[in-house]
Each structure stands twice: as structure tokens, then as C-alpha cells.
């Protein structure tokens, strides 16, 4: 496959200048942004229900990461959306299973705390 | 200025906020709120790079479904209107620092890293497309990873119904 890797080709010539006219990075930026978010979320939180909402943010900054790649750099293929659609599916797997063991373990414990959620087994 | 960048950095902007209202809010419900805002505000995301497709699966399964899930948890496991406990200062003080730093090292690199894209024409997102190379067999076909996904959500649902089964003795003694 031969690609013209000087076309389109995007350079920021001294390394911040801003443009305003919103591209590939303006997106990189929000999706960085939005996984330290959750990453943040997910140090300072306690609860078991707020720590997956911050699990969700970043599965969400990559799913953002992977549509930019595939509409700026490969506007040719769609790989991009299937690895986001995977994503997705893959995500709310994840969701429900974590819910079902959160509300197990309030059943158990009476709380949702990491800190009193040291015996998962019993 | 066009109306279409006003848009873009409109859902940028209420996409961060609502974000970083979710992680910091004490209110638990109105976190999940926050939350679903910010998906909304991701998917208006993808409207704008014109991906109806992967827009309208954010807004049925996230929106739809997973925030739907978590505010039903949270009503399970919650008094309603009882504020999570405070943090301590520190911790709050350096889980900032460390997300700030780990978010300026990235940005470092995107910024400083040149992207180089293809010319070889489009393709565009319609369903159309992506229904057939989600099927395809062929050299880009997606099927293998579809059945694969399909069984990871069967796995899934099987392990929902034993993580939430009670065993014989539990329902004979009654609780929860």
C-alpha cells in the first residue's frame, strides 16, 4: 500500500501555535482531558459506583481517541468505528457485571466502600 | 468563526465540565446526572465529525443503558439525598497533581508528535458500509470479532444471573 505520507501532512511549526479552526488535536486535547478526569475520579473516589462512572469517562476519551484517528489520519477505512463499537459492547458487559457485584456486596456488607470491601470471597 | 466551530468547542467545553462535575460533586445522584450529561455531550461529539452511526450507539447503550443501570444501583445502595464523606485534603491535593502532570506528559507528546494521514480518497461512516465490513469475511471483514463480542456477552449475562443468585439457605432466611 503506498500512502503519501507528505500529503495533509499537519504541522504545528514551533510547537503551540493554537489554531482555531478545530482538527485532530482540538479532539486529542478533549480526550486527554476527559481520561485524566477520570483518572482523577477514579484517586480520589471511595465508592464503588463513582469509581465505575470514572471508569466509564476513560473508555469514553478512548472511544473519542479512536473516531478521530479514523475521521483525520484514515478517512479511507472504518477500523476505527468497529474498535469503538467493540468498545462500547465490551463496556456495558463490564458495567453489568460490576453492578451485579456491587449490589452483591451491599448485600453482604452494607456498604459499597473499597475500604470495607477487603473480603470479596465471604 | 464559523457556527460549526462555535458548536465544536461548545461540546467541548460542556463535555470537560459536566466531566469534572461528576468526579467532584458529592451528591452521588447528581454525579450519574453529570455523567449522563457528558456522554450526551460526547456524542454530540461524534455528530459534529459526522458519525451518526457511533453517535447514536453512545446515546442508546450509554445513555440508554449503562447510566440507566447506574442510577439504579445507586438507588439500591443508597439513602437518597446522603452526601458521600468528605476526602482528605492530601489525597485530594495529590491525585490532582498526579492527573495534571500524567495530562500535561501526554499533551507534550501530541503536540510535539506529527500525525500523517492518508490521501486515498474516503470512505464514508454510512451503515451501509459498516454493516458490510462488520459481516465481511474477507481481508477487512469484522465478523470473527462480532461472534467473539456476542459470546463475551453472553459470558457476561450468565455471570450476572450467578453473581446475583441466592443460594436456597439465603432466601429460606429472608434479607435483602
Known amino acids: ?122 | 468563526m464559523s457556527l460549526s466551530t462555535i458548536i465544536f468547542y461548545l461540546l467541548a467545553a460542556l463535555t470537560l465540565l459536566s466531566g469534572l462535575l461528576a468526579v467532584t460533586t458529592r451528591h452521588i445522584f447528581r454525579a450519574a446526572i453529570y455523567l449522563l450529561f457528558s456522554l450526551l455531550f460526547i456524542s454530540g461529539i461524534y455528530f459534529w465529525l459526522h458519525y451518526e452511526f457511533i453517535a447514536a450507539v453512545q446515546i442508546i447503550v450509554y445513555v440508554g443503558g449503562i447510566v440507566v443501570l447506574i442510577i439504579f444501583s445507586i438507588f439500591l445502595t443508597h439513602q437518597s439525598g446522603q452526601e458521600l464523606p468528605k476526602q482528605k485534603i492530601g489525597r485530594t491535593i495529590f491525585s490532582a497533581l498526579a492527573a495534571f502532570c500524567g495530562f500535561m506528559l501526554i499533551l507534550l507528546q501530541v503536540y510535539q508528535h506529527e500525525f500523517v494521514s492518508t490521501s486515498e480518497g474516503t470512505m464514508e461512516a454510512s451503515i451501509d458500509n459498516i454493516g458490510r465490513q462488520m459481516l465481511g469475511t474477507s481481508d477487512n471483514g469484522y465478523a470473527l470479532p462480532f461472534e467473539i463480542v456476542s459470546i463475551l456477552l453472553l459470558a457476561a449475562m450468565v455471570g450476572c444471573i450467578v453473581i446475583a443468585m441466592r443460594t436456597p439457605k439465603e432466601i429460606r432466611e429472608g434479607g435483602l
Open chain 1, 1 to 122: 500500500m503506498h500512502r503519501d505520507r507528505h500529503a495533509h501532512t499537519e504541522r504545528n511549526q514551533g510547537g503551540w501555535i493554537i489554531k482555531m479552526e478545530p482538527g485532530l488535536n482540538h479532539i486529542l486535547f478533549i480526550s486527554t482531558a476527559l481520561f485524566f478526569i477520570g483518572v482523577f475520579g477514579f484517586f480520589t473516589r471511595k465508592n464503588l459506583v463513582t469509581i465505575l462512572m470514572s471508569v466509564e469517562l476513560v473508555l469514553n476519551s478512548v472511544n473519542l481517541n479512536f473516531i478521530a484517528f479514523n475521521k483525520y489520519l484514515w478517512p479511507n477505512r472504518l477500523d476505527g468505528v468497529f474498535f469503538t463499537v467493540f468498545i462500547i459492547a465490551i463496556a456495558a458487559a463490564e458495567a453489568a457485571v460490576a453492578i451485579a457485584i456491587i449490589i452483591n456486596l451491599y448485600r453482604n456488607h452494607q456498604s459499597i466502600n473499597v475500604d470495607k470491601a477487603e473480603e470479596l470471597k465471604y
